[in-house]
C-alpha cells in the first residue's frame, strides 16, 4: 500500500506529530542528559525552520508534538532535523547502532478548536494515563507543563559536532568538549485560540487541566520515577498499544468531509503536475498545489507564503 500524501488545507495547519522507536524499545528513557540533548535539538531546529511549537511530550519509546508551518516542506525538513539528530546523538548516548525509529513520523492535521483541545488533554495526560507517574507533572522526562503552567523555560544544550571536527582538522590548538556546546531555549507558543487570552488566564486554564487528569487517572499502583529511570533502554515492551491513524482530528463530520474533499482534489491536482513534470516539462513546479511537498528526485526551494 502506497503511502498517503502529505497534504497542509492551508499554512500553519496545528498537525499532531508522532513518532515511535524501533520495536518500541526505550531508547528515549528520561534523563538529565538525554533530556538536555532534545531540547537542544528542538530549540536549534525552532531557530532554523518557519515552524510553531505549541505543546510536547517525550515518552520512553515515542513522542507526541503540536505544532504548525507554513507548508508541509518546512514541515517536514524541520521532523528530519529533529529526528536525524535524535538518533544520532541518543543512539550514541546509549550505545545502540540500529536503526532508530520504527518508520517515518506520522502528522495528523487538527481541524477545529475543540479538538485541538482535547489533543492538548491527550497529551498532557502521558506518564499518568499509562500508571507510569501518579501526577502528569511527575514525569521525569521531557513536557512542557512547567512552561504552560508557571512560564519556566525550557532549555537545552546542542552540540556542534561539525564545528569541532572542523577544529580537529587544525593541530594548532584543541578544545574541550563543554567548548562546542550551545543552549538553546525552546520557545512554547499559546494555541491559536488562546491567543487573546493573557498569560495568567492561560496558565490558570492549564493547571486545570492538569488536576483534571490526576482526578480521572488516580491509581493505587504507578511504576514510579525511581523504576522508570531505572530501566534499560535497549529493552523493550511485551505488548504495544496500536490503534488506527485516524484521518484527521474533527468534531463534526461535516469537517471531516469538507477535508476528504480538499485532500482528493489535491491529490488530483499532484498527480496532474507530477505527470506533467515526468513528461519533461520541468519548470512544472508552478503547477504543484500550495503546501505541497516536491517529489524526492527533484529540488525546489521552500518558500513561506508572501
Given at each position: ?6 497534504y ?17 524499545r ?13 531540547l537542544?535539538?528542538i ?29 508541509f516542506?518546512?514541515?517536514s ?26 518508520r517515518?513520523f ?14 492538548a ?26 512552561a504552560?503552567?508557571e ?8 552540540f ?25 531555549q ?9 491567543v ?34 531505572a ?15 485516524p ?5 463534526t463530520?461535516k469537517?471531516?468531509k ?49
Amino acid at each position: 500500500m502506497s503511502r498517503p500524501l502529505r497534504y497542509m488545507p492551508d499554512p500553519y495547519t496545528v498537525f499532531e506529530v508522532t513518532c515511535r522507536t524501533m520495536q518500541s524499545r526505550l531508547l528515549l528513557k528520561p534523563s538529565p542528559e538525554l533530556n538536555s540533548i532534545i531540547l537542544g535539538i528542538i530549540g536549534k531546529a525552532l531557530s532554523m525552520y518557519d515552524v510553531r511549537m505549541y505543546m510536547f511530550v517525550f515518552l520512553s519509546n515515542h513522542y507526541h508534538m503540536l505544532l504548525s508551518a507554513c507548508d508541509f516542506c518546512e514541515l517536514s525538513r524541520f521532523m528530519n532535523h529533529i529526528n536525524s539528530n535524535i538518533a544520532r546523538e541518543i543512539g550514541r548516548l546509549h550505545d545502540w547502532h540500529d536503526k532508530f525509529w520504527g518508520r517515518r513520523f506520522s502528522a495528523i492535521p487538527i481541524l477545529d478548536d475543540e479538538s485541538l483541545l482535547d489533543r492538548a488533554r491527550y497529551i498532557l495526560s502521558h506518564g499518568c494515563k499509562e500508571g507510569l507517574v501518579a501526577q502528569p507533572a511527575d514525569w521525569p522526562g521531557i513536557n512542557c507543563i512547567a512552561a504552560l503552567t508557571e512560564g519556566t523555560p525550557l532549555v537545552g544544550q546542542w552540540f556542534n559536532r561539525t564545528r569541532m571536527y572542523a577544529d580537529s582538522r587544525n593541530v594548532s590548538g584543541t578544545k574541550a568538549e563543554s567548548d562546542y556546546l550551545i543552549e538553546f531555549q525552546v520557545e512554547i507558543r499559546p494555541l491559536p485560540q488562546l491567543v487573546d487570552l493573557s498569560e495568567t488566564a492561560r496558565q490558570a486554564m492549564w493547571k486545570k487541566f492538569i488536576e483534571d487528569i490526576a482526578l480521572e487517572n488516580q491509581r493505587e499502583n504507578v511504576l514510579g520515577v525511581k523504576a522508570i529511570l531505572a530501566q534499560d533502554p535497549h529493552s523493550k515492551p511485551v505488548t504495544t498499544k496500536k490503534s488506527p491513524r485516524p484521518f484527521c482530528h474533527a468534531i463534526t463530520q461535516k469537517v471531516i468531509k469538507e477535508y476528504r474533499e480538499g485532500y482528493r482534489a489535491f491529490v488530483g491536482a499532484f498527480r496532474e503536475a507530477f505527470g506533467s513534470l515526468l513528461a519533461g516539462h520541468v519548470r512544472s513546479f508552478e503547477s504543484f498545489p500550495d503546501c505541497y511537498i516536491p517529489p524526492f528526485a527533484y529540488k525546489r526551494p521552500c518558500l513561506a507564503p508572501g
